[in-house]
């Protein structure tokens, strides 16, 4: 596995400080999407680090904090719901992901964007479809999303106890749609999204 194959071709073409980037939250019903930009010390390999979507939830709350202290510089950044509804999911995704590599401490140089569309960005940049379960930078920034969206959806459910976000995050898992029609939907449901869901209980 060449986890720094695209690090190193960037090195290569003499940039120094190259951010992983990486998103959260682009299906659920309800919350905001969430990015994430990472830029890792030169050649730097974090053992346990994979794509976030095969770690268990305790093994990507542990690597969080490896990760921001181990990294040279991070960045989380949201688009809100209301953006979502806005602009659409796929815009508010790309804003998310420009917030994070413009709230860098340390600033990139240059970009690798996980998938297969680029965010507005100042700086050159490249996609790379599946990066997170081929680059680091971007594997870590996609944990950093995903641990920092699902900490959000645990205040969530403090908040609106009657849909279970503890325990689907947002996600449209069968109890999420029974909460939904049973309740209605609250403030941070994405409206947009519920369509199809009151379609098909009518029908």
Not at 22 to 40: F, H, K, N, S, T
Request: neutral net charge; proline residues 4%; contains cysteine.
């Amino acid at each position: 596995m060449e986890w720094l194959k695209y690090e190193n071709e960037a090195l290569e073409k003499g940039y120094t400080n190259i951010c992983g980037v990486d998103e959260a939250g682009r299906g659920p019903l309800a919350g905001p999407v969430c990015a994430a930009a990472v830029i890792l010390p030169k050649g730097h390999i974090i053992e346990g680090v994979n794509d976030s979507k095969k770690l268990t939830e305790k093994k990507r709350e542990k690597l969080f904090d490896v990760i921001i202290d181990e990294c040279v510089s991070y960045s989380i950044a949201f688009a809100t719901v209301e953006e979502i509804e806005e602009l659409n999911i796929l815009n508010a995704t790309m804003l998310a992901m420009q917030r994070a590599v413009e709230g860098l401490d340390v600033k990139a140089d240059y970009a690798m964007i996980d998938g297969n569309r680029l965010p507005p960005l100042n700086i050159p940049a490249e996609c790379i479809v599946k990066g997170d379960a081929n680059s680091m930078s971007i594997a870590a920034a996609s944990i950093l999303a995903k641990v920092a969206r699902d900490r959000l959806c645990l205040k969530y459910d403090e908040l609106y106890p009657e849909y279970g976000f503890a325990k689907h995050k947002g996600y449209g898992t069968k109890l999420h749609r029974e909460m939904i029609l049973k309740y209605g939907p609250c403030e941070i449901h994405r409206k947009s999204f519920l369509k199809k869901i009151y379609k098909n209980a009518n029908n």
